[in-house]
């Protein structure tokens, strides 16, 4: 059991025998404080999971760290707009591995900490998904998803850990039984012993890809080679031309199976693609030996490849991808019984334009993973309306 201290004055009336108006004089104050301690309007309190207590001194801008005695170990934060500082810091939260996320209303935004208060990253402005105006309260469940009082914007919103390699940061994570649009069906292949698209493979590598090897899907064997830089070596990439007029906004989605990545970087997945350097994909993969796979999405432009890893859950067989285009911005899914699908952030592109789409696995440049199997069992193409969700 936590105990949290309660800091008491008492005071007493000055002259008794007068009812109608009464004076108060301070006789005791306990403990004394350091002047550290001293607090203006502290609004949000928040303990981790070794005692110890954070405290939003919220009208003082900044954040106090006490040991499980209540000693004063740290304080960080002033009055600003800049990484560190809030405007107020209005409440406070910790999840299990001790960092601190900051609800820094004025600002607009989230701030996330480690638990002696370096700056790790932050998150917000704005009236659209992921995007706070004024935000309240903050909260962090045991899995790691944070949950914040969007009061300006009426509403609450939750967020998965993800980890981007250029920073640290989180994404909105929409309600998974959202209804999908019942749009026309414009391109499906089953797979089912022969190809009945008109797929164009590029790099082929006929050794490296089958519809007998399990019958019903297209498989691809991964081997070495990447997208990424002005060197590209992949092979096997499945691709279909125009998937909608210029411009025009569509939905692609595909189920893998018996797809086990084992090394960095086994992958597989869908591509939105122009060219070797100006693509969009969308993958599971094996991202670090000593991690667990994750699913990415990598944007390339002009060579410059920014890449967003999503957690992944442990324990399945199958899974669906899916993106979603609508002008330049694009919308990635999973499922895990291809009926409710687990939709993430979204995020810009290009501009709108979109020459190919398709199916890839592949190991990566440079390097000695083991070929793995991935088994796509259909691919399907619709169009969606151009209203956004």
Not at 224 to 249: K, M
Not at 282 to 307: K, M
Not at 340 to 357: E, I, P
Request: with cysteine; charged share 25%; hydrophobic share 35%.
């Amino acid at each position: 059991m936590k105990t949290i201290s309660i800091y008491l004055c008492l005071l007493v009336p000055a002259a008794a025998a007068s009812r109608a108006i009464r004076s108060y004089s301070l006789v005791k104050k306990w403990p004394d404080l350091p002047k550290a301690w001293h607090f203006n309007r502290a609004l949000g309190i928040a303990v981790d999971s070794s005692g110890n207590v954070f405290l939003a001194d919220t009208f003082h801008h900044r954040v106090l760290k006490f040991d499980p005695s209540g000693r004063f170990l740290l304080t960080w934060g002033s009055k600003g707009s800049g990484d560190g500082e809030f405007n107020p810091a209005r409440n406070i939260a910790v999840d299990s591995s001790g960092n601190v996320f900051v609800a820094d209303s004025m600002n607009h935004r989230i701030q996330k900490f480690d638990s002696s208060g370096k700056f790790l990253t932050k998150w917000g402005f704005g009236p659209g998904v992921g995007m706070f105006k004024c935000p309240s309260d903050v909260a962090v469940d045991s899995s790691g998803c944070v949950f914040v009082v969007d009061c300006g914007n009426h509403r609450i919103q939750k967020f998965r850990r993800i980890f981007d390699v250029k920073r640290k940061t989180f994404a909105a994570e929409v309600k998974p039984n959202l209804k999908e649009e019942q749009s026309e069906v414009s391109a499906f292949d089953t797979f089912d012993g022969e190809l009945s698209l008109d797929w164009r493979v590029l790099r082929p590598d006929p050794s490296h890809y089958s519809l007998s090897k399990k019958p019903g899907s297209l498989t691809i064997t991964t081997q070495q080679g990447g997208f990424a830089g002005p060197n590209a070596d992949y092979v096997n990439l499945f691709l279909l031309d125009g998937p909608a007029a210029p411009g025009g906004d569509f939905q692609i989605t595909t189920r893998i199976s018996s797809f086990k990545p084992k090394e960095p970087w086994n992958q597989a997945g869908l591509i939105c693609y122009n060219d070797d350097d100006n693509y969009l994909k969308w993958n599971y993969e094996q991202r670090a030996s000593d991690e667990p796979c994750v699913f990415s999405l990598g944007r390339e432009t002009q060579q410059q490849l920014v890449s967003v890893y999503f957690e992944a859950p442990e324990g399945f067989d199958d899974f669906w991808l899916r993106v979603t285009k609508r002008g330049n911005r694009y919308t990635v899914s999973t499922s895990f019984d291809g009926r409710l699908f687990q939709r993430g952030d979204v995020f810009a592109w290009g501009n709108g334009t979109v020459k190919c789409v398709g199916l890839f696995a592949k190991n990566g440049s440079g390097t000695s993973a083991p070929e793995v199997d991935a088994s796509f069992e259909f691919f399907e193409v619709r169009a969606v309306p151009s209203s956004p969700d």
